[in-house]
């Protein structure tokens, strides 16, 4: 499980956080949906979803501290970095979806 931070606002526009362990971020988002009443009905109040988790092991990987880099290594990094990215830009996609839609039935 990976550790997200969920940041949202609420109806007074305060900035506000939650946090929710979840193999991905779509999920831990749903789990702050199910954990804060306020977002069930105003998902689109959610603005950022981190995953520190990836964060800190990306920081303190010995890998980015190699002098030689050798192609394997390189190519493994790289493919794992895509995956992340990609993670996220489908997280964004999904969030601008949500947040649209629940515009467009107001």
């Known amino acids: 499980m990976k550790h ?6 609420d109806d007074e526009n305060n900035f506000c956080e939650i946090c929710e362990y979840a193999e991905k971020s779509e999920e831990a988002i749903k789990n702050a949906i ?14 950022r979803c ?7 092991w990306l920081c303190n990987t010995d890998s980015f501290n190699k002098k030689e880099w050798d192609r394997d290594s390189l ?10 990215i990609k993670s996220h830009i489908i997280h964004i996609f999904y969030w601008l979806k949500t947040s649209l839609k629940s515009s467009l039935h107001q």
């Open 50 to 56: 981190t995953n520190e988790s990836d964060l800190e």
């Open 75 to 84: 190519t493994k990094e790289g493919k794992f970095l895509l995956k992340e």
């Open 4 to 9: 997200f931070t969920i940041a949202y606002k």
């Open 34 to 47: 199910n954990d804060i009443p306020l977002l069930k009905n105003n998902n689109n109040y959610i603005f």
